[in-house]
């Protein structure tokens, strides 16, 4: 049985890691297709060679650009792809625009479409993250769900049939690599563990408004008052604040290049606590026993804020939250035991 399997960015080269290991040890004939949405080295390359994911067989080369664009040139350039190699699933990850990409041009050549962390929904309904993955699942054959809520979500949208339970691959990731995690940032900035915050910033709603992004600039500088602040910048957040001439905020802040995953790791690892808007370190940060402040106005990660373990923010009450959340007990199991990987390929496998 051959597997397609497209990815473009970082939370889908974490899954990657991962799944793309078990269905070569099942014995899955596997063509790893990587879009180049995420190009730069810090952002895609950097993965492969921490995460020791095998080369990619293709290499699309989108780049940057609009969604459309991005989205276009995904689905032109993939059709040819997947027209030569004629895989018998098509399998995509998470919410980007290669995700949709890649399900459209296999559900128009009537290719089985698998979805990895199916079922997740979220406010607002127009982010473009959010009309990715509502599209997507309801082109996929298969459905895997990170979460019982995922699967509850899809129910009451009308779809059972192909709908798995597996638990999210992004924990079977973890518990595999922590003994590898990096700590020598922490100790080349000179960091005191739970002396500081781990900031990352990069959905469009948070970076494209120059009142939203200035006020979550003005916050991190009042919370550096009493805790650092490690901010791995995304190359759209650092062209947004030079474009927004926002510069003078970052002056008291630890800024940094973006990190690859075993050391964003080993740095949310020894923190106080994060500040994000990434799907993926939300989970992540509840993994390595840290609250995220989470600076959207919903999470698909619903579960976490309401066992109070995450908090969800607007920009101006940062602060605010980050001092005065109380954390409840980090339940365990919320996202499976660490098998998801397994039991994905080996639902793939099932005949029929």
């Known amino acids: 049985m051959k597997v397609a399997t497209i990815v473009g960015a970082r939370p889908q080269f974490i899954k990657e890691a991962v799944v793309g ?97 199916a079922g997740m929904r979220q406010e607002p309904r127009d982010m473009p993250e959010e009309i990715n993955r509502v599209l997507t699942d309801r082109i996929s054959t298969i459905l895997f769900c990170p979460s019982q809520t995922a699967v509850k979500n899809l129910k009451k949208e009308g779809m059972e049939k192909g709908v798995w339970f597996t638990g999210d691959v992004m924990y079977d990731l973890f518990l595999k690599m922590e003994k590898h995690f990096d700590y020598s940032l922490a100790e080349q900035l000179d960091l005191e563990e739970d002396g500081y915050v781990v900031v ?46 926002l510069e003078n905020h970052l002056e008291n802040l630890d800024i940094i290049d973006p990190l690859d995953y075993l050391s964003m790791m080993g740095l949310v690892e020894h923190s106080w606590k994060v500040i994000t808007d990434s799907g993926g370190l939300q989970k992540e940060s509840y993994f390595a026993g840290k609250q995220a402040i989470v600076v959207m106005p919903d999470t698909g990660w619903v579960e976490l804020v309401q066992k109070r373990i995450n908090a969800l923010s607007e920009p101006e009450q940062i602060s605010n939250v980050l001092f005065s959340g109380s954390v409840n007990q980090f339940e365990k199991g919320i996202y499976g035991l660490g098998d998801a990987g397994a039991r994905i390929a080996a639902i793939l496998g099932e005949p029929g």
């Not at 993965?47 to 995904?74: M, R, W």
């Not at 200035?214 to 759209?236: A, C, G, M, S």
């Open 200 to 245: 990352t910033i990069h959905r469009d709603f948070n970076t494209d408004n120059k009142e939203r992004l200035e006020e979550i600039l003005k916050q991190l500088n009042i919370t550096v008052k009493d805790k650092r602040v490690i901010f791995p910048i995304h190359p759209r957040t650092r062209r947004r604040v030079k474009e927004f001439g």
């Open 21 to 117: 290991e078990k269905l070569r040890k099942a014995g899955f004939e596997h063509v790893l297709i990587h879009t180049g949405q995420h190009y730069d080295y810090n952002m895609s390359e950097v993965f492969f060679k921490s995460l020791e994911i095998k080369d990619p067989d293709y290499n699309l080369e989108v780049g940057s650009g609009s969604h459309a664009v991005q989205t276009g040139l995904t689905m032109i350039r993939l059709e040819e792809v997947v027209l030569r190699e004629k895989p018998d699933v098509v399998l995509v990850y998470g919410d980007t625009n290669a995700t949709v990409a890649g399900a459209l041009v296999a559900a128009k050549l009537k290719i089985p479409v698998a979805h990895v962390e």
